[in-house]
Nanobody
Framework: VQLQASGGGLVQAGGSLRLSCAASGRTFSLVNMAWFRQAPGKEREFVAAYRRGDTNIYYADSVKGRFTVSKDMAKNSVHLQMNSLKPEDTAVYFC????????????????????WGQGTLVTVSS
């Protein structure tokens, strides 16, 4: 599966952006999918994820209530709506997928997600 994240850009604090992750070679409804981000000089950080067949979506505490994952199966895309952005949200955002259903305790572990797309840069100015 090939993934491509898009939609990043420069936004002022308090603004919004919507990121998209498009997949080719596999449909999102058949895989588990996650968003991660990596700020300069920091490790990759979990943002959100869902497991195949689950209606629940997992969010990092730092984005809960501000970020929302949505799926567009007709376009085989997953979106990350980011509202009330803060300067600390500045990072390169990546989407990732995996075939095997992750246990809930492993969802936030970047090393357990084998397939990654190229990231998209989000810069939030203060």
């Amino acid at each position: 599966v090939q993934l491509q994240a898009s939609g990043g850009g420069l936004v002022q604090a308090g603004g919004s952006l919507r990121l998209s992750c498009a997949a080719s070679g596999r449909t999102f409804s058949l895989v588990n999918m996650a968003w991660f981000r990596q700020a300069p000089g920091k490790e990759r950080e979990f943002v959100a994820a869902y497991r195949r067949g689950d209606t629940n979506i997992y969010y990092a505490d730092s984005v809960k209530g501000r970020f929302t994952v949505s799926k567009d199966m007709a376009k085989n895309s997953v979106h990350l709506q980011m509202n009330s952005l803060k300067p600390e949200d500045t990072a390169v955002y990546f989407c990732a997928v995996k075939e095997n259903r992750p246990i809930s305790s492993a969802i936030a572990l970047a090393d357990t997600w084998p397939n990654w797309g190229q990231g998209t840069l989000v810069t939030v100015s203060s």
